[in-house]
Structures are given as structure tokens and as C-alpha cells.
């Protein structure tokens, strides 16, 4: 999944390792790089999505974000290191 995600935009593995990229700016106010932060920040998650079978879909599509999305496929798949 890592170099599939890379293929898309080398950026977006991070995101999922790492969590969303941050916009503070008020939509109002958003720059063009805040405008590319949330677009990597949604690709991440549809993505993600769409290599998702329906069943894990159900399981993910309610996280917040492509981080938490990972989190919670990772858990179900490798259990958790306790």
C-alpha cells in the first residue's frame, strides 16, 4: 500500500503514517498551499477508500482521518503490540 500511495503523490504516505496535514486559516482565508494540504489530506482518505473491499469500508469510512483509517485496518489486521 505504501508505494501504491507514493505512486499517487509521494506525500500522501506520509499523511497516513503521520497524521493530516494542518490548515489554521479560516476557508475564507486559505492560500494556495493550504488548498493543497486539504486536497493531499482528502486524496489520502479516498484513496484509501477505494482500495478498500465493502467490509472494510464500513469499518473505516467513519474515521476522521487517513491516519485513523490506517490505525484502525492495521489493528484489525496485525492486532494491536500489547
Same mark, same amino acid.
Given at each position: =500500500?505504501?508505494?501504491?500511495?507514493?505512486?499517487?503523490?509521494?506525500?500522501?504516505?506520509?499523511?497516513?503514517?503521520?497524521?493530516?496535514?494542518?490548515?489554521?486559516? &479560516?476557508?475564507?482565508?486559505?492560500?494556495?498551499?493550504?488548498?493543497?494540504?486539504? %486536497?493531499?489530506?482528502?486524496?489520502?482518505?479516498?484513496?484509501?477508500?477505494?482500495?478498500?473491499?465493502?467490509?472494510?469500508?464500513?469499518?473505516? %469510512?467513519?474515521?476522521? %482521518?487517513? =491516519? &485513523? =483509517?490506517?490505525?484502525?485496518?492495521?489493528?484489525?489486521? &496485525?492486532?494491536?503490540?500489547?
Amino acid at each position: =500500500m505504501e508505494y501504491f500511495l507514493q505512486g499517487h503523490d509521494y506525500q500522501i504516505w506520509s499523511i497516513v503514517e503521520e497524521g493530516d496535514l494542518l490548515v489554521t486559516n &479560516e476557508k475564507a482565508q486559505w492560500t494556495d498551499d493550504d488548498r493543497k494540504k486539504i %486536497s493531499l489530506n482528502c486524496k489520502a482518505k479516498s484513496i484509501l477508500c477505494c482500495a478498500l473491499s465493502k467490509k472494510e469500508f464500513n469499518r473505516a %469510512s467513519a474515521c476522521k %482521518s487517513s =491516519m &485513523e =483509517m490506517w490505525e484502525k485496518l492495521r489493528i484489525t489486521y &496485525e492486532g494491536t503490540d500489547k
